[in-house]
């Protein structure tokens, strides 16, 4: 089995788990780190849009451009999961501020799907790819955000991050660690 840590934030399970976001069957929703076109790409999006199949793109093209932090919803086509949310992260150093951007995509994602009443959800690590956001920090931005987020959620009780590499998933147990101060 795949590395894996969880947390219980007010009732609602915070896991970490090193592995592939698209193979989160047990998830009501992933978020993807989606480009502002919405369309297929490296990374998390060229992953996600070949597991879906061609009709995700197609279904998002109305829907696009989206701007740095912002979340829209769609279904999951061939994935196992019935939606996904696509999140268009900060470049880092080029969208400023970067840390709010990065925190408004985890929390407009988390909202999203709590308005969708959807009660689980798993995020890959949002901007740390080919948007060049530090790990660590983005590890912090994440997981605080999630923390204050949790409070205004009302159908959420699972919360996921699949992290890609051994040594990310090692970066955000640290710091989800350090939450229980
Ligand atoms: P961004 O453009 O937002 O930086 P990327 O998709 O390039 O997004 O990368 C975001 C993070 O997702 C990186 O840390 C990368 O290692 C990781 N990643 C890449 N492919 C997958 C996958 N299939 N599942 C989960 N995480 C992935």
Do not use: W
Not at 19 to 35: L, M
Not at 156 to 179: A, G, H, M, N, P
């Amino acid at each position: 089995m795949a590395h894996q840590t969880i947390q219980t934030i007010q009732n609602i399970q915070v896991e970490l788990v090193q592995g592939d976001i698209t193979q989160q069957p047990d998830v009501s929703v992933i978020v993807n780190a989606a480009n502002a076109q919405l369309e297929t790409g490296g990374g998390v999006a060229g992953a996600i849009h070949r597991a879906a199949g061609p009709a995700l793109a197609k279904e998002c093209k109305p829907m696009a451009p989206i701007n740095p932090g912002e979340a829209v919803i769609s279904s999951g086509h061939r994935l196992p999961n019935g939606h996904v949310i696509h999140c268009l992260g900060p470049v880092y150093g080029v969208d400023q501020p970067s840390d709010s951007l990065l925190a408004d995509c985890y929390r407009n994602a988390l909202l999203l799907a709590d308005e969708y009443k959807l009660t689980s959800i798993a995020f890959p690590s949002i901007s740390t790819g080919a948007f060049g956001y530090p790990i660590k920090a983005a590890a912090g931005i994440a997981l605080d955000t999630i923390k204050k987020t949790i409070p205004h959620l009302k159908n959420i009780q699972k919360i996921r991050l699949v992290l890609f590499d051994q040594s990310d998933f090692e970066t955000f147990k640290k710091r989800l660690e350090q939450l229980e101060d």
